[in-house]
């Protein structure tokens, strides 16, 4: 009878055809459980259920006076996102889901009211996007939160903000008029090791034209994605005017085949183009302190992998790295990545790595929220402080850069701010 094959990133699975009697297809339909039971939005639910169908819109529109903004929070672990319009199917998307999965919104019978609930911890901030009848992709028109970037893995597009009444609201990443700006060169590296050319973007504090002196380096992976959607040039401005971190200079590297050489079959030629290519050549054109001290490589991801991997393969030249939600697969290097740090025992580094509790989740069998939690603990185990650790946010960019003042104030603090 034949076999049907699937397979995804990371498994396969075969389904034999079969025949078989026909089978009972009646089934008795679950019973909706609330996520708050007791609370007052299940209470409006259950209102508008044993409403007769000439009072269900009646009772909604009152509600929504009263409610016009999504989700609606409750206490401070409760989260109901909210759409109403026409449509066959709704469905939320976002952090709080495994990776490629979503959770249909609840339509109540007979109108066009939908919901979706979440338990979250009380201080989260997290993304997600409303998809309609399948094809459609939005943010929550309701949400007064804004938006923020999708990607680089998961959501594309800009998301909606969804924070908890215990979230920590930033703004370092905000332009501010009132603070003047760097100014951002684009050159190009041709690589013998790699054998192919990348842009390279280097960002240059305010008054570096005319100050003369020498600054550290901070190379950013995933270049432009960091500038465009983590928007550290903003941060560093800001960070700088306001006297929290020290000026520095910012390369952001491009990398032709990233899925190769950050964290697969080119992670020694991407290491050791960093260290004998990308390296001299910033030296030789800009004002650099030159030594592995003043050097940090930072990036998400497999990004963040990569700035781990050439730091600890160079601690000649670089003594500094930083991650965020980093790519850790035992199997796609994260074991190599272990034994490399594991020889370099001895060696003075200075780290940063953090990650979120709704990171990355591939149906329960990867999960980068444990797989990072566990390097964390590696890394300690090897006698390293590393700054950073969990936080209740996300994957990707819109996460991301709500913690990249913290990466900057661990290598690049000003005295006063290490008060």
Known sequence: NGSI?????????????????????????????????????????????????????????????????????EGDKYAHILFEGEAKDVAVIGDMLDFGQEQAMRRIADTNFFFASFELEPDTQITYQIRRDFDTVIPDAMNQNGTAPGGPATLQGDASILRMPKAKVVNH???????????????SLKSTILENTRTVH???????????????????????????????????????????????????VEAPNSFREYARTQK?????????ELVPMIDGKYRTIAKPESRVIMGGDEGGYAAYYSVFKNPDV??????????????????????????????????????GIYDLNYNQTLRWTDMN???????????????????????????????????????????????
Request: hydrophobic share 40%.
């Open 5 to 73: 094959y699937a397979r995804n990133l990371y498994e396969v699975v075969r389904v034999d055809i079969a025949e078989v009697t026909q089978m009972d297809l009646t089934i008795d339909k679950p019973k909706f459980e609330y996520v708050n039971p007791a609370g007052d939005f299940a209470s409006f639910v259950k209102k508008v259920e044993t409403a007769s169908d000439a009072e269900k819109q009646g009772i909604i529109d009152k509600f929504m006076e009263s409610h016009k903004t999504s989700p609606i929070i």
């Open 173 to 187: 990443f905000a332009v501010r008029e009132n603070v003047a700006k760097g100014t951002i060169e684009t050159d």
């Open 202 to 252: 280097v960002y240059l504090p305010v008054g570096y034209a005319d100050s003369g002196m020498k600054y550290p380096v901070l190379f950013v992976n995933y270049g432009r994605g960091a500038m465009d959607f983590q928007a550290i040039p903003t941060t560093l401005d800001n960070l700088i005017a306001d006297k929290k971190i020290q000026p520095i200079i910012a390369i952001f």
């Open 268 to 276: 020694d030629q991407h290491a050791q183009m960093y260290a004998e």
């Open 318 to 355: 670089f003594r500094n790295a930083a991650a965020q939600s980093g790519h850790l697969m035992p199997n796609a290097g994260g074991t190599e990545l272990r034994e490399l740090i594991a020889s370099s025992e001895g060696i003075s580094m200075k780290l940063y790595h953090d990650w």
């Open 373 to 419: 939690s566990d390097f964390n603990k590696f890394l300690k185990e090897k006698g390293y402080d590393v700054a950073g650790g969990e936080f209740s946010e996300g994957f990707g960019w819109a996460s991301w850069r709500n913690r990249t003042d913290l990466i900057l104030e661990t290598f690049f603090a000003t005295k006063q701010t290490m008060k």
